[in-house]
């Protein structure tokens, strides 16, 4: 391969670093052309770019971009494809619901809300981090919760003191 080559793709590469906010590194090997369409159709319908990629390619540019990545390089090796995402835990599900009829693709690592991942026994991990999306949903919900308690007991206690009221004007 020509060095100007190598160089357009170190930066596609760093494009696709800096457009997306997390990325998985993936083993892809022993990928057929049918799972490999397959994988490609579901990230594709999941907003997750997979590119395969060679090894020293994604490291020159991860070392264009700022940021630390030295944990991820032991990871470069073998047959390589990059998961591109800006929801965290989008590739993991994905990752981890195809692994169910077939090995491939494992995780190697990833770098997701600014930490690094390395192995696939983090896996499980991955998947249980909430998306941004998921956690605006937790917070709203976890705001109306005491608005509603406070909106209920002024209904309620309303009426308690009409009842109340009521009771003492009869009485008298």
């Known amino acids: 391969m020509r060095k100007e080559d190598k160089n357009t793709l170190v930066n596609e590469m760093v ?13 892809a090997g022993g990928l057929n052309a049918e799972l490999s369409s397959k994988l490609r159709r579901e990230c594709f ?3 997750v770019k997979m590119v395969m990629v060679k090894n020293n390619i994604f490291r020159k540019a991860l ?8 944990e991820i390089y032991p990871t470069l090796k073998g047959t390589t494809a990059i998961m ?8 993991a599900k994905l990752i981890k619901e195809f692994t169910k009829s077939s090995e491939t693709p494992s995780l190697k690592g990833a770098y997701v809300e600014e930490s690094m991942y390395v192995g696939a ?4 991990a991955l998947c249980s981090i909430k998306s941004k999306d998921e956690l ?3 917070v709203i919900g976890l705001l109306q919760s005491p608005m509603k308690n406070v909106v209920s007991a002024l209904q309620s206690g309303g009426s308690t003191i009409h009842g109340l009221l009521q009771t003492l004007a009869e009485k008298e």
């Not at 494009?15 to 083993?27: C, D, I, K, P, R």
């Not at 070392?63 to 030295?70: C, L, P, T």
């Not at 026994?121 to 499980?124: I, K, N, P, R, S």
């Open 15 to 27: 494009a696709n670093l800096n457009e997306y906010s997390h990325f998985y590194v993936t083993e």
């Open 45 to 47: 319908n999941q907003e």
């Open 63 to 70: 070392e264009q971009i700022e940021g630390d990545y030295e």
């Open 84 to 91: 591109f995402s800006n929801t965290g835990n989008v590739p």
């Open 121 to 124: 026994d983090q896996l499980e």
């Open 136 to 138: 605006l949903g937790d």
